[in-house]
């Protein structure tokens, strides 16, 4: 499996502006002083071994939606969530011409966050192209519908030519998908849902927009079992510990730390953190995972456990 992170900022996309990459500039200018620049090898050298992530690039501005690429059919593709990357990854397939397109879209939960993409997304509107939406909410194709409505949106569905079906998920049966077996769990606060999915003894878990209390501490709390062994966990770390216990305690998000402690009772080998705070900068955002990834050392110096953070555009292979 290979999974690609089209989006993976929480809440609201976050635009880059003028000043902030300007800032990108100057700094690597001048991390750029007495460095060998006299040929391209040696620039992308100096780039990739001298100046972090937040100057070299950024974690990015799109709300979820990450693909997971099985090749178990041509020109079938799964993604999780309708968030902005959904508008990207639309135009990745036209660019690509893998059209006529078959594409599944696993919904966590109906948030703005999580649908707002659809209205962008040009392969629904060509006729040819099948769309296949999966749900556990009752009222999730109103919800698709209503935002495509006035006085929200010019354009209504009924314009989009692609064959779209919307799906009923039933709590607790398992199905399959694109080659994957896919589990799912309700998470807290009880809204949103979690995917599970199995490929070929792989395991890729993707948990976002999910709260963990005190009763995590439990020694079967459920979501030990729904993490259990994941090659990658996908957690939901849009704030800090502090945050997530005490000024935005029910907001539905959790923190980093929970992720480390979770993910390492549950055995997983990599976790990455997601659903990013929107106000936070590339470069909060590379101490975030800077201090994770010693949190974790802290935690349990014998666990090898992979940490990265998503960013706009990343790929995994599982
Ligand atoms: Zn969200
Ligand atoms: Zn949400």
Redesign the pocket.
């Known amino acids: 499996m290979k999974v690609i992170t089209w989006g993976s900022r929480g809440s609201l996309p976050a635009s880059l502006n003028a000043n902030v990459i300007r800032s990108k500039i100057a700094r690597a200018l001048e991390a750029a002083q007495g460095r060998d620049l006299s040929s391209t090898a040696a620039m992308d050298k100096f780039i990739d071994s001298y100046l972090p992530f937040a100057v070299k690039g950024t974690y990015g501005t799109n709300t979820t939606c990450v693909e997971i690429r099985t090749g178990q059919a041509e020109r079938e593709y799964l993604v999780i969530d309708c968030g902005s990357g959904l508008r990207d990854f639309g135009a990745y397939l036209m660019k690509t011409e893998q059209i006529p397109a078959h594409v599944h879209i696993l919904v966590t939960?109906p948030?703005w966050?999580?649908l707002h993409g659809f209205p962008f997304f040009v392969p629904a509107y060509i006729p040819g192209n099948r769309i296949d939406i999966y749900a556990y909410h009752e009222d999730i194709e109103q919800a698709f519908r209503k935002q495509q409505s006035d006085p929200f949106f010019p354009v209504s569905m009924d314009v989009m030519q692609a064959d779209i079906t919307f799906h009923q998920l039933n709590e607790n049966d398992p199905f399959e998908l694109n080659g994957c077996r896919i589990q799912s769990m309700q998470q807290h606060p009880g809204i949103?849902y979690g995917y599970r999915l199995s490929r070929d003894g792989k395991v890729v878990v993707f948990s976002s927009?999910s709260e963990h209390k005190s009763d995590a501490h439990d020694d079967k709390y459920p979501f030990i079992e729904f993490f259990s062994d994941a090659d990658l966990l996908i957690f939901d770390a849009q704030y800090t510990l502090t945050d997530s216990l005490y000024a935005k305690e029910d907001w539905?998000h959790s923190s980093n730390i929970m992720g480390v402690e979770l993910a390492m009772r549950a055995g997983v080998k990599h976790l990455c953190l997601f659903h990013s705070e929107p106000t936070a900068s590339d470069d909060e955002l590379d101490q975030i995972l800077e201090s994770t990834k010693r949190y974790a050392v802290l935690h349990d110096s014998s666990y090898e456990l992979d940490v990265s953070h998503a960013y706009d555009g990343m790929e995994l292979d599982i």
Request: net charge negative; aromatic share 0%; glycine share 14%.
């Open positions: 939960h948030h966050d999580h949103s927009d539905g």
